[in-house]
C-alpha cells in the first residue's frame, strides 16, 4: 500500500515564508501533487512534480527528490487567506490512482 | 462549464438504509473516484475508475458500490448505511492523458443516524 506523513499543524506569521514537509512509501510511484482545501470546501490543485527539482507557481513552490521519497511545498509571502490544509498526494499504479496524507493545517497569523 | 457536480449536498439516513451519492463532470475526463474525508484522516480512497466499464477498489472499498457505464457519471452506492460511513464524500475526476490535475466536486455531508 501507500503511506504519506505530513505534520498535522502549522502555524506562520504573515508575510513570512513556511515549508511543508511529505515523506512517502508507495510502490508504482509516478508524482507527487499538492491541493489546498478551506474549511467547508473542495481541495484544489495546487502543484505537480513528476521529476526531481523545484516547480514554481506564483507564491507557491515544490520539491521533489524521487531518491529521497520526499517531497515539500513551499509557501511565501504568507497571507491571511492561505490559512487551510495542504495535502500532498502521491499517483501510483500507472498514473491512476491518486492517494492522499492526512494533511497538514496551515494557520498564518498576524 | 460546471466541472464535477456531487447531489446531494447533505444527506442524512437512517441506519440500514441504501442510497446513491450521484457524480458527473463535463469534462471528457477518464479518471473518476470516491473519496471521503474524516476529520484527522485526509481523503482516503474509496473506489476509482480510469474508463467507462472499468472500476477498481482503494483503500476503504467496504460497504460502496460504484458502476461506469459513462464517461460523464460515476455514482457511489451506499447498501446499507452504517453510523461508521457518516463522513463527507468527494469525488473527484482527472484527463489520464498528461493533464495530472484533478477537479473535485462540492462533497456531499453524509449523517447516518
Known amino acids: 500500500g501507500q503511506s504519506l506523513e505530513q505534520p498535522s499543524e502549522v502555524t506562520a506569521v504573515e508575510g513570512a515564508i513556511v515549508q511543508i514537509n511529505c515523506t512517502y512509501q508507495?510502490?508504482?510511484?509516478?508524482?507527487l501533487s499538492w491541493y489546498q482545501q478551506h474549511d467547508g470546501g473542495a481541495p484544489t490543485f495546487l502543484s505537480y512534480?513528476?521529476?526531481?527539482g523545484l516547480e514554481e507557481t506564483g507564491r507557491f513552490s515544490s520539491f521533489l527528490s524521487r531518491s529521497d521519497s520526499y517531497g515539500y511545498l513551499l509557501l511565501q509571502e504568507l497571507q491571511m487567506k492561505d490559512s487551510a490544509s495542504y495535502f500532498c498526494a502521491v499517483f501510483t499504479g500507472g498514473g491512476n490512482k491518486l492517494t492522499f496524507g492526512t494533511g497538514t493545517q496551515l494557520k498564518v497569523e498576524l | 462549464n460546471a466541472g464535477v457536480t456531487q447531489t446531494p449536498k447533505f444527506q442524512v439516513l437512517k441506519t440500514g438504509q441504501s442510497m446513491t451519492l450521484q457524480c458527473a463532470q463535463d469534462m471528457n475526463h477518464e479518471y473518476m473516484s470516491w473519496y471521503r474525508q474524516d476529520p484527522g484522516m485526509g481523503l482516503r480512497l474509496i473506489h476509482y475508475?480510469?474508463?467507462?466499464?472499468?472500476?477498481d477498489q482503494g483503500e476503504v472499498p467496504n460497504g460502496y458500490n460504484v458502476s461506469r457505464s459513462t464517461t460523464e457519471d460515476f455514482p457511489l452506492r451506499l447498501l446499507s448505511a452504517a453510523p461508521s460511513q457518516t463522513s463527507v464524500y468527494f469525488c473527484a475526476s482527472s484527463d489520464l492523458t498528461g493533464n495530472t490535475e484533478a477537479f473535485f466536486g462540492q462533497g456531499t455531508r453524509l449523517t447516518v443516524v
Open positions: 512534480n513528476a521529476l526531481d
Open positions: 475508475s480510469v474508463g467507462a466499464g472499468i472500476t
Open positions: 508507495t510502490s508504482g510511484f509516478y508524482g
